[in-house]
């Protein structure tokens, strides 16, 4: 362990008894949890990643490489069209245009690919994965990524589904009094799953509510060899401005690796880990001796205070949005932890895949 890095933490720690006494928030920074106990093998994702995990799991243990296993693991959701926060089914942009993100670092070579804004290919991971491979770059994004991907051979569709456009339609219709796009209740005419139409107008509560999403597949993998990759792969915001790019396929922010540490995901609100670069600190406090539940908490409490926008912020002054952290330390010690109650992780070793609650920093 770094000395100067271990000063600073025994420093934070003091910090930490001090505000114990004082009541601060920071007293609840550092938290261990069940998983940094766990030592070996181990794949870490996202709550919607219990296949992902399951796959790179098998994977490994057929001695693929981590970051294969952790790629295929997450093609798994890329390509189902019923996660729409992830590729293939993916919620759209505010034109109803898929654009999908992602990354992946191999712990190894410390070497990433990256892709953003990549419209009409399934499985973005794996164009990123190509991009780390067969590339000097880091990061191709918009109609290059496209381009480079067809060349590669993956096949052009269109990403958005039925469910997704529907979505994408009610959300235009939701916007207000003021634009060309009736709202439900300005209509008086009705169309019903069949095309049929009637006079009926609706109103938005007679309506399931609207799918918004900053979802995210993040899965990790650590072999018995002690080799370590990670990978984020994300549709992003919903709805968002065309050309918007979140934490999902930038190294440091949606996910890291540093093989002689550990490695680090995140999902939630991209805009804010970005600003905050949450994995590559995350892997920086493990180094600096946090546990990987400690240090998913510290990244969620350095988030919070610097959120200086009263228009994410609730009345109590915490973050009124969700961010979702994710660590694996070199030994297998994992954790995560999730600012709002509701974050979940996915964990597979060899008890198996299985979903566990992310502790929440605010109640
Ligand atoms: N975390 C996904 C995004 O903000 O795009």
Known sequence: MNTIHRRHFIA?????????ITGSAAATTYRKGPGDDHRGPVCVASGNGVRAVAKAWDLMHEGRDTAEAVVAGVRIVEEDPNDMSVGFGGLPNERGVVQLDASVMH????KAGAVACLENIKTPASVALEVLRRTDHVMLVGLGAKEFAIALGFPEENLLTEQARQAWLRWKASHGPDDDWLNPEQMDWQFDDQGHGTHTALSMADKDPIPFTTGTIHCSALNAKGEISACTTTSGLSYKIPGRVGDSPIIGAGMYVDNAIGSAGATGRGE???QSCGSFLA????DQGMTPNEACRAVLKRIADRTKQKRLLNAKGEPN???TMYAMRKDGAYGSATMRP???FAVCDDEGPRQLPSEPLFD
Request: glycine share 20%.
């Open 12 to 20: 934070a720690g003091s910090l930490t008894a001090l505000a114990g």
């Open 107 to 110: 712990g190894p070579t410390h």
């Open 272 to 274: 804010s880990v970005i």
């Open 283 to 286: 892997v920086q406090y493990m």
């Open 321 to 323: 949005f969700q961010v």
């Open 342 to 344: 509701g974050g979940t």
